[in-house]
């Protein structure tokens, strides 16, 4: 199979416009996928565990009586992480010791303070920081099983004090993978559901006899997972809508091009609509990785999907400096960043919208999807300009806290009063005069 992807130069006249062209993708699903997905919802939402039952029965083909059949005990988690081999297991454990690790140092804390500005003695302010009451995890099952997800979900859940985390993987035809089952044992997920699909986003989402209603759903899945989870988005809150896998590349030349060119098809074959883009300041060198993408591309198992991707999405970008590919990156964007440089750190400043910056030749991104410690949930699609990774944050959320003294009462009272009547909201202006001793 012959290796092509485009090369550029940000010099050409209409590079933007053609980098632009290059990112475009349309995150949609398409009519036939959200009639389906409503109908699912509505038919979960009014019938419960028997219609969870019957979409299961249906896609998963699996010949169920009921909802009981249809969860893992506990005992059968701890046997499949038992009966691990001993180096996948040993993986597992390590990576989920150093993802906690990480996470740790999210966890944010409740505060207090004393307001002491003039008028405002005894008032305090401040913040109460609370763990949600209930999470679903959706993992994707079959030949798509990723234990890393349940990982870099459920430990920030975990770590955050979430009180009860439901896991829901599709089994279809009864296909379990060990290491799915393994990787919630090590996490603490508290239950174990054998459904996936839109079926199983609205059972999280609207609660059943046998499965509680959660306040967030968190985890990747295909078409129809994205749009049902869009759909009960305010029922319930969601992590994201996650697009595509994208990786950047920024070298100056120094690195070994097979190395970045296996870092571009590592991205790539996740699948054919995944972006991997290098922007360089040395044109040898991206000829250079061009040929190493070419002599590494036939040995690949998943060369089609990375071929496609390639092709369709990738580029090789020449760029005049490191300062230019810089800009180029925050117009990107990405998921990933790889700053493949000699001396990295100056530019790092210089990054400002990127899920996951890695630094250095050693610092590949596979890495940061399994076991160097960081969430590998990341914004995608442009999304880093407003949004962050997967943390411990995402699993608390935060109250305001309100202490107004009677002396601050007299401060603040007026205050508010003018600008009540300055909207026209005359209750809100009594409200806050009442509180005045004249």
């Known amino acids: 199979m012959s290796a092509q992807i485009r090369r550029l130069s940000s010099a050409e006249p209409d590079f933007m416009s053609t980098l632009d062209t290059l990112l475009a993708f349309e995150g949609s699903t398409d009519a036939a996928i959200e009639v389906a997905v409503a109908e699912i919802l509505r038919a979960v939402r009014s019938q419960g565990d028997a219609a969870v039952v019957d979409f299961t029965r249906c896609f998963d083909h699996l010949d169920v009586a009921d909802m009981s059949a249809l969860e893992l005990p506990k005992a059968e988690l701890e046997a499949a992480l038992a009966g691990l081999p001993a180096a996948q297991r040993a993986a597992l454990e390590a990576a989920a010791a150093r993802v906690r690790s990480y996470h740790e140092r999210q966890v944010q804390e409740s505060w207090r303070y004393n307001d002491e500005s003039e008028g405002m003695q005894g008032t305090r302010l401040g ?251 990341l914004p995608t699609m442009r999304s880093a300009r407003f949004s962050s990774p997967l943390g411990v944050y995402d699993f608390q959320k935060r109250t305001s806290l309100i202490d107004i003294s009677e002396a601050g009462a007299q401060t603040l009272g007026r205050v508010a009063s003018v600008l009540a009547h300055g909207e026209g909201l005359q209750a809100h202006a009594r409200s806050a005069e009442m509180r005045l001793k004249d």
């Open 127 to 377: 913040q109460k920081v609370t763990p949600l009451d209930r999470v679903g995890l959706y993992v994707p099952g079959g030949r798509a099983s990723y234990p890393s997800s349940v990982l870099m979900n459920a430990i920030p859940a975990k770590v955050a004090g979430v009180g009860e985390l439901i896991m829901v993987v599709p089994t279809p035809r009864g296909e379990k993978n060990p290491l799915v089952l393994a990787a919630a044992a090590i996490t603490g997920v508290d239950r174990v559901f054998t459904i996936g699909g839109a079926q199983a986003v609205a059972a999280l989402a609207y609660g059943t006899a046998t499965i509680p209603q959660v306040d967030k759903i968190v985890g990747p899945g295909n078409a129809y997972v994205a749009s049902a989870k869009r759909r009960v988005f305010g029922t319930v809150g969601i992590d994201m809508v996650a697009g595509p896998s994208e990786v950047l590349i920024i070298s100056d030349g120094s690195g070994n091009p097979d190395w970045v060119a296996m870092d571009l098809f590592a991205q790539a074959e996740h699948d054919e609509l995944a972006q991997s883009i290098l922007l360089c300041t040395d044109e040898g060198f991206i000829g250079r990785v061009e040929e190493s993408i070419a002599r590494l591309l036939p040995e690949m198992p998943r060369r089609e999907t990375i071929a496609t991707s390639l092709k369709n999405r990738g580029a090789l970008i020449h760029v005049s400096d490191l300062a230019e590919a810089c800009r180029i990156a925050n117009r990107i964007a990405p998921e990933h960043l790889e700053l493949s440089l000699d001396d990295p750190y100056p530019w790092i400043d210089q990054i400002r919208h990127a899920g996951a910056i890695f630094i250095g030749h050693y610092s590949v991104e596979a890495l940061g999807d399994y076991c160097a410690g960081p969430n590998h949930v």
